[in-house]
């Protein structure tokens, strides 16, 4: 009987608590006119309160989600998480927008902030290039799809240091594989490099390591090809000094500075 008792205070309880929680959560859905909502998002957006903003555009859209207001709300929830930097949130977002409103004019903006969700999380070379990935496809994605547009513009120059973080991440695994004499898996790596990523800063280094790795392994004449191509291309590099060095055993800036020399002295001679 005191066990029955106890059951029926216990659940007389939970009833309490329950009601008390479905009043709490009617206190906290409160329908608000769409306007409301809308200005009181932008305000925050304008005081950079980016949290909040995104919550508030979020309930445009919950609260009235047939309304104009509300396709416009989402992207503007989208720009919100993107400038918190919860780009996971941003990218959600930003994909249901594009897939939802194809049509939309600001559909450009929608792609190239998707881009740029992607762009800021590149991350140092040491580590998994996925995102790096991710964005090279999305901002291809944005000069591809809206060219004549200032978003393909921006887009166009973000490509170019996100090709040259891929191919940096190439050259790190290809140095790796030198350092550990597994000579034909480096000539793989920096071959990638210098076939896609022609237009990056590591085209020299990849071409000089081609030739380390060649030379290593006896293949004198593809090393040497190699090498033709860096000064043919590269004749100030670094790196050019380094692979002539390789294959001659001499120092090319002493070589030039003598045949200066003797130039000279041929010059005098004449006259």
């Not at 580590?127 to 901002?139: C, E, I, P, Y």
């Not at 390789?246 to 030039?256: A, Q, V």
Request: hydrophobic share 35%.
């Amino acid at each position: 009987m005191k066990i029955f008792k106890r059951l029926t205070i216990l659940l007389g309880a939970t009833l309490v608590i329950a009601c008390a929680s479905d009043k709490d959560a009617e206190k906290a859905y409160v329908e608000r006119p769409v306007h409301e909502l809308y200005n009181q998002a932008t305000n925050a957006l304008e005081k950079r309160n980016f949290n909040d903003a995104a919550s508030l555009f979020d309930e445009v859209e919950r609260q009235h989600p047939y309304s104009l207001w509300a396709t416009k709300a989402q992207l503007m929830a989208g720009y919100a998480y993107y400038e918190a930097n919860k780009y996971g949130d941003a990218l959600v977002t930003l994909n249901r927008f594009i897939q939802l409103h194809p049509g939309n004019k600001d559909i450009p903006y929608a792609y190239y902030l998707k881009a740029l969700s992607y762009y800021e999380q590149i991350s140092d070379v040491s580590r998994d290039q996925g995102v790096t990935q991710n964005a090279l496809t999305s901002l291809q994605e944005t000069v591809r799809r809206f060219p004549n547009t200032k978003y393909a513009r921006d887009a166009k120059l973000k490509l170019d240091l996100t090709m040259d973080h891929l191919a940096g991440k190439e050259m790190s695994i290809g140095r790796w594989y030198l350092r550990q004499k597994k000579y034909l898996a480096a000539i793989n790596r920096f071959r990638q490099v210098v076939e896609k990523y022609q237009t990056t800063s590591h085209i020299p280094e990849a071409l000089h390591r081609l030739s380390e790795a060649y030379t290593a392994i006896g293949l004198e004449t593809e090393a040497r090809q190699v090498a033709s191509v860096l000064g043919h291309n590269y004749p100030g590099s670094e790196w050019y000094v380094d692979s002539y060095a390789l294959m001659t055993g001499s120092d090319i800036r002493k070589t030039e500075q003598e045949k200066k020399g003797f130039f000279a002295r041929s010059w005098d001679w004449i006259f």
